[in-house]
């Protein structure tokens, strides 16, 4: 058990700090927000529109609706199917807080059960414990961009009427079967936040069936029963109505016609990233004290992060010394993620302890996520390399 930490004798080092997960904007991107700076609409009008049409076509779904983020997707998910106070949705603890967050928001309870060990993502055997006559969704997470066992969800949803949201804000683009994750039938909320596979700065998008959309886009803006744009439009009318209370959730033109770039991009951005995770699974995948993320053969992977798990019994530095390590080197990283039932809000609410998710719970133990985006160069790369073997051979038992 004792072993004595070595010194951190870094023999390798980057020249500059490498940050985790810089966007990835060209000049184009750029052209196009001055443009729709300089043009005379500004918030949700016609790039707004545009955006929809292309991004649900691209995931192979019959609508979409653009949102300022992918929290605002998943919570108008919630409240366009009426989850509300007495009802329970089932989840994962391995993800961001937003999506538990949105449960409470409605005032519904989050039900968590534990991940399957391989790919982090929800074990559908243990959803199908946790059903109760309660249970009113489930919401599953494609976590790291690997989908979920949808099959098995999907099953699951048709026995018990339950209905699923799948939380894509990894998962652009990602296939299941051969289907791409937002073509699935399901409300599917996708993030266009600064990290993610594709951005907008800040935003979202559900996709789904069109009709359910179609009172999602209500809820979205202030539960008015007709948008901005109808309204200020030439042919519009001034007249409006509110049928709910609704959100503030819309996105901008500037947004969407930085979407619309990046949508444009995407299957290049794309194929860098998987350059990049082939040249980390090469370089780690042989390593005893390390274990490399998998893509199992029915899915394809969005590869939104690379999550590095270490073999904490043949080192002699746990988690967070390994990322202060890489600091060192000048290698930003993260964790994805402490997961929920660790969070005091959930575990006083709910009295989770962490061994209730054990997977969740000695899993976030030992992940490390490396540099993962299109703006990795080789060089980049090779540092990310170099660095983690330096940390490897300098602490390895
Ligand atoms: C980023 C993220 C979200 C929230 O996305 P926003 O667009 O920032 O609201 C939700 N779920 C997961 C798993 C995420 O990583």
New binding site residues.
């Given amino acids: 058990m004792n072993h004595p930490i070595k010194p951190s004798a870094s023999h390798y080092k980057r020249d500059t700090f490498l940050p985790f997960s810089p966007p990835d904007i060209s000049e184009q991107e750029i052209e196009a927000v001055v443009d729709t700076l300089r043009s005379s609409w500004i918030t949700t009008g016609p790039k707004t529109k545009d955006f929809e049409g292309k991004f649900s076509a691209y995931v192979e779904s019959p609508g979409g609706l653009a949102l300022n983020?992918?929290?605002?997707g998943?919570h108008l998910a919630l409240a366009t199917i009426n989850i509300g106070p007495g009802d329970e949705v089932i989840t994962t603890p391995m993800?961001?807080c937003?999506?538990v967050n949105v449960i409470e928001h409605v005032g519904a309870t989050p039900i968590l059960v534990d991940v399957l060990p391989d790919t982090l993502t929800i074990d559908p055997d243990q959803v199908a414990v946790a059903i109760t006559p309660r249970t009113k969704a489930i919401l599953p997470?494609h976590y790291a961009g690997h989908p979920c066992e949808m099959d098995a969800l999907q099953k699951l949803a048709e026995e018990h009427g339950l209905a699923i949201i799948e939380?894509a804000?990894?998962a652009l683009p990602a296939k299941y079967k051969g289907k791409m994750i937002g073509g699935l039938n399901n409300l599917t909320a996708f993030?266009?936040?600064a990290t993610?596979n594709l951005t907008t700065a800040?935003?979202?998008m559900l996709t789904g069936d069109p009709e359910l959309l179609t009172r999602a886009r209500m809820l979205s803006l202030h539960g008015m029963s007709r948008d901005a744009w109808n309204r200020y439009s030439a042919n519009g009318s001034w007249y409006y109505e509110v049928v709910s209370p609704g959100f503030k959730y819309n996105m901008t033109d500037i947004q969407a016609a930085l979407g619309l770039v990046q949508l444009q991009r995407i299957n290049e951005m794309q194929a860098h990233r998987r350059h990049v995770v082939t040249q980390y699974t090469d370089a780690f995948g042989n390593m005893p004290e390390l274990q490399v993320p998998i893509e199992k053969p029915e899915v394809e992977h969005a590869w939104h992060l690379y999550v590095l798990r270490l073999n904490l019994d043949r080192l002699s530095i746990d988690r967070g010394q390994f990322i202060t390590e890489l600091k060192e080197r000048n290698i930003g990283s993260s964790v994805h993620f402490i997961p929920v039932h660790m969070h005091p809000y959930y575990s006083d609410k709910y009295g989770w302890q962490p061994e209730d998710f054990p997977i969740a719970y000695h899993e976030f133990q030992r992940v490390v996520s490396l540099p993962l985006n299109s703006t990795l160069s080789d060089e980049d790369i090779e540092s990310v390399i170099a660095a983690v073997t330096d940390i490897v051979e300098t602490f390895r038992l």
């Fill in positions: 983020s992918c929290t605002a998943l993800t961001f937003s999506s997470v939380d804000a990894h993030s266009f936040y993610k800040e935003g979202g």
